[in-house]
């Protein structure tokens, strides 16, 4: 075989036929006289989709969770449900279950890459992936095509196509983001990519973002007095304790708790609670980072939305060993000594048990860069900025918003309490001048 010819389609029959037998990569690729790797991406790039069709049973969608097996749970759709989730039919567990997990193959993701062949796909749930030499041959074929004519589409829809994704881009949205939004675009995100690159759209590499770097937080040293104080407020709160709650309570919806800090010579700072099974996230405003204004703010938060409803949501806290966060008792009690959540700390050193709230900090990062002063914005400033983030779609949550996540269990009253609404996303605006006033 002559370096550098490309696959036949008597070659890709060859390779069809050798999977269903089970022949291994290597010896494939060496009856049809190409490098292993070649035959791989052969069949990766070429591969399509077959969705199982589940039919209208809302419950079929668990089998496809890796945790099918051993689960247990019940009433997580509702308190009065009397069913096993996997036997019940009321709500999507994509959505509502918060340790859902979809199943994934072997077969799939290693060599054969494929279903063809495969003696279980009868009974397997999750989709099914095949390899057709015809299918494969005409899409080489397109590629070729494609590759010598550049951009193939009218002018007039082109230019449709440059006005949404540039716009989206210069906003602060996400290629992934814009495509899901607009289909009518009919273009995969690796093309959009590869038109900024070569430069055919008004945005420009540089208008891409880049990831957000956070400077690490300097540590504060309490001293000996208050280091034994502090060790008795974590007490039954450590991470091995918020474990032990979480598999007592595997309904809860547990949020995260952190403080931005904008110049360290700031007269106020941000208070940040995230929901990681939706990635909704609120902020509160503070004048300073004492932890008895930390207890105010979330007696704030209880006069919005009332008792009943902070109980709801909030079960319990996770948190860092921040020193703002130490009235415990304060933050699980309120003013009537009203039980109304649990307090729980991380690990020292391990933002990673926490790593949603990090996470998302970086999309209100594009609002307040590191060191950017919180002096001048509004408590409806930060609403407006956390609707806007809460509204943007998220490629982890099966392309589902915070917002809509969220109002799905917890219902638009509480949403509406908390002063947060929801934006279309041609309106969503990711950049600094969504709010007037900056430093």
């Given at each position: 075989?002559?370096?550098?010819?490309?696959?036949?389609?008597?070659?890709?029959?060859?390779?069809?036929?050798?999977?269903?037998?089970?022949?291994?990569?290597?010896?494939?690729?060496?009856?049809?006289?190409?490098?292993?790797?070649?035959?791989s991406?052969?069949i990766?790039?070429?591969?399509?989709?077959?969705?199982?069709k589940?039919?209208?049973?809302?419950?079929?969608?668990?089998?496809?969770?890796?945790?099918?097996?051993?689960?247990?749970?019940?009433?997580?759709?509702?308190?009065?449900?009397?069913?096993?989730?996997?036997?019940?039919?009321?709500?999507?567990?994509?959505?509502?279950?918060?340790?859902?997990?979809?199943?994934?193959?072997?077969?799939?993701?290693?060599?054969?890459?494929?279903?063809?062949?495969?003696?279980?796909?009868?009974?397997?749930?999750?989709?099914?992936?095949?390899?057709?030499?015809?299918?494969?041959?005409?899409?080489?074929?397109?590629?070729?095509?494609?590759?010598?004519?550049?951009?193939?589409?009218?002018?007039?829809?082109?230019?449709?196509?440059?006005?949404?994704?540039?716009?989206?881009?210069?906003?602060?949205?996400?290629?992934?983001?814009?495509?899901?939004?607009?289909?009518?675009?009919?273009?995969?995100?690796?093309?959009?990519?590869?038109?900024?690159?070569?430069?055919?759209?008004?945005?420009?590499?540089?208008?891409?973002?880049?990831?957000?770097?956070?400077?690490?937080?300097?540590?504060?040293?309490?001293?000996?007095?208050?280091?034994?104080?502090?060790?008795?407020?974590?007490?039954?709160?450590?991470y091995?304790?918020?474990?032990?709650?979480?598999?007592?309570?595997r309904?809860?919806?547990?949020?995260?708790?952190?403080?931005?800090?904008?110049?360290?010579?700031?007269?106020?700072?941000?208070?940040?609670?995230?929901?990681?099974?939706?990635?909704?996230?609120?902020?509160?405003?503070?004048?300073n980072?004492?932890?008895?204004?930390?207890?105010?703010?979330?007696?704030l938060?209880?006069?919005r939305?009332?008792?009943?409803?902070?109980?709801?949501?909030?079960?319990?806290?996770?948190?860092?060993?921040?020193?703002?966060?130490?009235?415990?008792n304060?933050?699980?009690?309120?003013?009537?000594?009203?039980?109304?959540?649990?307090?729980?700390?991380?690990?020292?050193?391990?933002?990673?048990?926490?790593?949603?709230?990090?996470?998302?900090?970086?999309?209100?990062?594009?609002?307040?860069?590191q060191?950017?002063s919180?002096?001048?914005?509004?408590?409806?400033?930060?609403?407006?900025?956390?609707?806007?983030?809460?509204?943007?779609?998220?490629?982890?949550?099966?392309?589902?918003?915070?917002?809509?996540?969220?109002?799905?269990?917890?219902?638009?009253?509480?949403?509406?309490?908390?002063?947060?609404?929801?934006?279309?996303?041609?309106?969503?605006?990711?950049?600094?001048?969504?709010?007037?006033?900056?430093?």
């Amino acid at each position: 075989m002559a370096k550098g010819t490309h696959i036949t389609l008597e070659q890709r029959d060859t390779i069809l036929i050798e999977i269903k037998k089970g022949t291994f990569l290597k010896e494939i690729a060496r009856k049809i006289g190409k490098d292993p790797t070649s035959v791989s991406k052969e069949i990766r790039k070429h591969r399509y989709m077959k969705q199982v069709k589940r039919g209208d049973y809302i419950r079929s969608y668990c089998y496809i969770c890796s945790k099918v097996k051993e689960c247990t749970k019940t009433k997580v759709c509702s308190t009065s449900c009397v069913y096993e989730c996997r036997k019940c039919n009321t709500k999507d567990p994509t959505l509502i279950c918060k340790d859902f997990v979809i199943k994934t193959c072997s077969r799939l993701t290693r060599f054969p890459y494929v279903c063809n062949g495969c003696q279980k796909t009868g009974s397997c749930r999750i989709n099914h992936y095949y390899y057709d030499p015809s299918i494969a041959q005409n899409e080489y074929k397109d590629t070729l095509v494609s590759s010598r004519s550049g951009i193939d589409c009218t002018e007039k829809s082109f230019k449709q196509l440059d006005e949404i994704v540039s716009d989206g881009v210069k906003k602060g949205k996400s290629i992934y983001t814009i495509l899901l939004n607009h289909p009518e675009i009919g273009v995969s995100e690796r093309t959009i990519y590869r038109y900024v690159t070569n430069r055919y759209l008004q945005v420009k590499d540089h208008d891409l973002r880049n990831k957000v770097k956070m400077k690490p937080r300097k540590a504060y040293k309490y001293k000996d007095k208050e280091k034994k104080e502090v060790q008795a407020i974590r007490d039954g709160r450590t991470y091995e304790d918020y474990l032990k709650f979480l598999a007592e309570n595997r309904q809860a919806y547990i949020p995260q708790l952190d403080l931005v800090i904008g110049k360290t010579s700031d007269s106020q700072y941000l208070m940040t609670l995230i929901f990681p099974f939706s990635n909704f996230m609120i902020g509160i405003l503070v004048p300073n980072k004492e932890a008895s204004t930390i207890v105010l703010a979330f007696n704030l938060i209880q006069d919005r939305i009332g008792i009943d409803n902070f109980k709801n949501i909030f079960p319990a806290i996770l948190t860092d060993r921040g020193r703002e966060f130490v009235k415990a008792n304060e933050i699980e009690f309120d003013d009537n000594g009203e039980l109304r959540t649990k307090v729980f700390y991380c690990n020292a050193y391990s933002s990673s048990q926490k790593a949603e709230i990090e996470r998302n900090h970086g999309l209100f990062r594009y609002f307040f860069h590191q060191g950017e002063s919180l002096n001048n914005v509004t408590q409806n400033e930060i609403d407006l900025i956390f609707s806007h983030i809460n509204s943007y779609n998220r490629e982890i949550k099966g392309g589902r918003t915070p917002y809509e996540i969220f109002e799905f269990i917890f219902g638009s009253e509480i949403l509406d309490l908390l002063n947060i609404r929801k934006v279309a996303f041609d309106d969503i605006n990711l950049t600094k001048s969504l709010i007037r006033k900056f430093k």
